[in-house]
């Protein structure tokens, strides 16, 4: 008779950007496959509790150490509890984390993950804390590719870790360190399995994903992300490729000609500019000037007309004056931006720009943010409008939760769809007329 294995059950909160929730998913996935453990979405009833941090926004910390508060009570009343923080916060924090919560078993990085299954044992059998928070490895990916899924049919690919650039602004490259690119023969072979999950839209990550590179050995021959684009439109069944996020930097001639060759690359690019005026920008470091931003996306319009535009803006950036915002505004209305994620500007402890003098108060930050937020929405439902009436491909994903029997799709150019249908959709692409359009975000449809 086989033993029966008693697995302990993990439960794992996520907070931050796609690579965080793509970490999670491994994580989950590693973790499994031990068949040591299950996932409970109940973090009273589990064994293991993970948090998996971001430390891009203001007050991480004391967002992390918030949740650790409350999971110290559950620890208080099953005392074997085993607690473990991972992410951009415990590689920046490290071993501080547990000077201010003792009760915390384990603190691992963003590239060490894959070690989690050892270091929950090693915490069995210690006092202390069990840490390993170094960087550049890309061995988490050996099993990144979850054999079990169902019903899914997009997907994300880290193709490349890390930046290069820092930003005045930015904690990526002490956080997740250098750019380190996995093999594309690695990058290759998992979409490939992908694919044959039932996988149709590949979504590539990287915290600068359009650096992506590998030397050959033997020639020292370039391969770029261009060209890795080609090799994964080739790949039967994936039919969509996206990619998130890219640094206009980066942004070279050759990509811009894969939209031409590539149908699979969808009409949709999100691509931040951060600021409308080339003052900030130089202050934050970003490389490049507004009118080379906008040059490289009217060559992207040129062969793609229709494509929609998405982006990221800091507001309130330390030495922003109301021209500066003006001009932010009126490149916002000059790009006709679809979308974009908009944030106050939050100091990171170790980045060149907290040192930097800012003099804006709160408040006209807030009314700054406000004010770009509520142009943005407006563009964005002008472009909404537009899509009334006519056809688009769309990719079943799934039921709607509140009404089983209609179906949900996503556009080419990233945009949600409900309509009426039966499940035996869901996994294909099938044509759509929209036929109605919500003020905030989504679209009604029917089946041409």
Not at 47 to 60: G, P, Q, W
Not at 103 to 114: D, E
Not at 133 to 143: A, E, G, I, P, R
Request: net charge positive; proline share 3%; aromatic share 10%.
């Amino acid at each position: 008779m086989n033993k029966k294995i008693n697995k302990k059950k993990i439960y794992i909160k996520t907070w931050g950007c796609q690579m965080n929730e793509h970490d999670s998913s491994i994580i989950e996935n590693i973790l499994i496959k031990t068949k040591n453990y299950v996932v409970t979405k109940n973090p009273e009833k589990s064994d293991i509790l993970i948090l998996n941090t971001c430390s891009i926004r203001e007050k991480a910390q004391e967002k992390l150490f918030h949740q650790l508060g409350r999971w110290k009570k559950f620890k208080e009343k099953k005392p074997n509890i085993r607690i473990a923080v991972g992410g951009c916060v415990a590689t920046q924090e490290g071993k501080k984390i547990h000077k201010r919560a003792k009760f915390v078993n384990i603190i691992f990085g963003p590239q060490t993950l894959h070690k989690l299954p050892e270091l929950i044992h090693q915490s069995y059998y210690t006092e202390n804390l069990v840490i390993d928070v170094t960087t550049s490895s890309l061995k988490k990916f050996k099993n990144s590719v979850n054999t079990h899924i169902t019903q899914k049919f997009t997907s994300f690919v880290t193709i490349m870790e890390g930046c290069n650039k820092y930003c005045s602004f930015c904690i990526v490259p002490y956080s997740r360190g250098k750019e380190i690119s996995r093999p594309r023969k690695h990058v290759l072979s998992e979409i490939k399995k992908l694919s044959n999950l039932g996988v149709r839209e590949v979504i590539l990550l990287g915290q600068n994903v359009n650096a992506y590179k590998i030397y050959n050995s033997i020639n020292k021959k370039k391969y770029n992300f261009s060209d890795l684009l080609y090799e994964i439109s080739k790949i039967p069944k994936i039919n969509r490729i996206r990619y998130i996020t890219s640094h206009p930097m980066e942004f070279s001639n050759d990509i811009i000609q894969a939209y031409k060759y590539i149908p699979q690359l969808t009409n949709f690019l999100h691509l931040p500019v951060q600021s409308g005026s080339n003052k900030i920008l130089r202050l934050m470091k970003r490389g490049y000037t507004i009118e080379e931003y906008e040059d490289l996306i009217n060559k992207l319009k040129f062969i793609r007309p229709n494509i929609s535009i998405s982006s990221d803006f800091i507001v309130g950036f330390p030495g922003e004056t109301h021209q500066d915002f003006k001009k932010t505004l009126q490149f916002i209305s000059k790009i006709n931006f679809d979308t974009s994620y908009s944030f106050i500007y939050s100091p990171r402890p170790g980045t060149r720009a907290a040192k930097l003098t800012d003099n804006t108060t709160i408040e006209e930050k807030k009314n700054r943010l406000y004010l770009l937020q509520k142009k943005i929405i407006q563009q964005s439902f002008q472009w909404r409008r537009r899509m009334l009436g006519t056809i688009q491909l769309v990719l079943v994903e799934g039921s709607a939760k509140n009404n089983p029997k209609e179906l949900y799709g996503r556009t080419e150019n990233n945009r949600i769809i409900y309509f009426t249908g039966k499940s035996e959709l869901i996994g294909q692409f099938i044509q759509l007329k929209v036929i109605n359009i919500n003020y905030n975000t989504y679209l009604k449809g029917t089946i041409i």
